[in-house]
């Protein structure tokens, strides 16, 4: 199982050009997530799918869209990039409902908004 | 409001030697799930740690322990033995009780030093 991959790993884009960013996960889950992390702000949550066909806005949903696709990819846009959104970008993916359930991350996107 | 707090921007400990890395959270939900997630220089995000709120003991895995204090709100990382490969970023995150995402702190960075 590759578990959770994001693609690109890098990428540098100039201030108000669009892109995706792809997520996608071999474990069955439910639940997907897109975190952002700036230094000295830990993680935040940008949008989240508790499952298939839905999406919700986190803390920071601001300049993002979020398309579930099916119950493997979870993709973020940025329409018109600022540089305000240079970060790293983290998808997660989580199975069961419980409590107790870790939610597993992929490796990052790094984006710099020029 | 934050939800998770962890005052301690970096902590240097010497090699061999414990250290305690200290979490507060906020909640008045009475059922809720503790994390301490690791990431090294390389970036991945690496689950360590879970504690429940109606968990009788405190939890421990390996070097790790968690120092639960519910009536301070409090769950302290508690790494024994430090070793180099412990220098890294540490997350303390909750989850509360439905089908919610982990909500993350600011982080602490650990230095291990030989």
């Known amino acids: 199982n590759a578990g959770v991959t994001q693609t690109p790993k890098f990428q540098v884009l100039k201030t108000g050009q669009s892109m995706t960013l792809q997520c996608a996960q071999d474990m069955n889950h439910n639940s997907m997530y897109w975190y952002r992390q700036d230094p000295g702000m830990g993680l935040r949550l940008i949008y989240y799918s508790a499952s298939e066909g839905t999406t919700d806005k986190g803390e920071v949903p601001n300049g993002y869209n979020v398309s579930r696709l099916n119950k493997r990819e979870f993709s973020l846009r940025l329409e018109s990039a600022a540089p305000s959104q240079t970060s790293v970008y983290f998808c997660?993916?989580?199975?069961?409902?419980?409590?107790?359930?870790?939610?597993?991350f992929g490796p990052g996107t790094r984006l710099t908004v020029t | 409001a934050q939800k998770i707090t962890q005052t301690q921007p970096g902590m240097f400990v010497q090699e061999k030697e414990a250290v305690t890395l200290d979490c507060t959270y906020d909640t008045s939900d009475p059922s809720y799930g503790l994390f301490w997630y690791k990431q090294p220089s390389s970036g991945e995000m690496i689950f360590l740690i879970y504690?429940?709120?109606?968990?009788?003991q405190n939890a421990t895995e390996g070097r790790y322990s968690l120092n639960f204090q519910k009536a301070r709100k409090s769950a302290n990382l508690v790494i024994s033995a430090s070793q180099l490969g412990d220098s890294a970023m540490y997350f303390c995150a909750m989850r509360e009780a439905g089908n919610t995402p982990l909500v993350f702190g600011k982080g602490t960075r650990l230095s291990v030093i030989a």
């Open positions: 504690q429940g709120s109606y968990d009788q």
């Open positions: 997660a993916s989580r199975g069961l409902a419980g409590l107790r359930s870790e939610q597993y």
